[in-house]
């Protein structure tokens, strides 16, 4: 669990936690020059995701639709595409979490080009491109831990064109992240963080003079 932070957001979007803290190290975190999620491939989905139970449901009321995109190779049973092992976690809206299960050596969603068919679907459908998918795998590599605002650190990509942090780089996870910070926070929680950036790289730079 990420540690607990005096850094807290009151004017986010996100009504099951009405204080988000932020996680201090990800203000400092830094990524290299060429880091972009539209370099993603897929990689981080190896392990599956949480997601709401409510989700899970909206997943499996959409599940012939789904199965339209899922490649011969995908798991077309539905009654397989989940771990089945609901657990508490305050983290989420309704606060119960399930999984997506693992086949292979991947989440069930994930095409052969490292595509979701969650997120296929959706756009094939004319839905919003995110209708289907799970919070945290929109959010991802953001991502909240004990109602702390911290990064997932997908190291085990190993490629820095992603969104993976290094020791040196020139952008911060905001640079990087700007989309997902929006889509978890709205655009006022936004604004809000984007002045904590704003304080942090002041101090920085009068520690440099
Ligand atoms: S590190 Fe980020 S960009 Fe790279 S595969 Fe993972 S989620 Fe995608
Ligand atoms: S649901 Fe989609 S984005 Fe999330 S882990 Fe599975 S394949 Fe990846």
Redesign the pocket.
């Known amino acids: 669990m990420a540690e607990q932070s005096t850094l807290v957001l009151k004017n986010h979007q996100l009504r099951h936690i009405p204080e988000l803290q932020v996680d201090p190290e990800i203000l400092s975190q830094r990524f290299m020059s060429n880091s ?2 539209c ?6 989905c190896s392990e599956g995701v949480l997601l709401d139970v409510k989700e899970k449901e909206k997943i499996l009321a959409h599940a012939d639709l789904i199965k339209k995109y899922l490649e011969p190779q995908q798991e077309k049973d539905s009654s397989k595409w989940f771990d089945d092992t609901v657990e508490r976690d305050a983290d989420f809206p309704s606060g119960m979490c399930d999984g997506t299960a693992v086949k292979g050596k991947s989440c069930v969603f994930l095409c052969s080009k490292g595509l979701c068919a969650l997120q296929k679907t959706a756009m094939a459908e004319g839905m919003n491109k995110f209708e289907l998918k799970p919070f945290y795998c929109v959010a ?2 953001i991502t909240i831990d004990g109602h702390v605002l911290t990064t997932y650190e ?1 190291e085990f ?1 190993n ?1 820095q ?4 942090i290094v020791t040196e780089g020139s952008l911060t996870v905001l640079d990087v992240c700007l989309e997902e910070f929006e889509y978890i926070l709205g655009t006022e929680g936004l604004k809000e963080l984007e002045e904590l950036f704003h304080q942090e790289a002041s101090r920085s730079n009068g520690k440099r003079v």
């Open positions: 972009a999620m370099n993603c491939n897929g990689t981080c991802f590599p997908p990509t490629r064109q992603c969104c993976s």
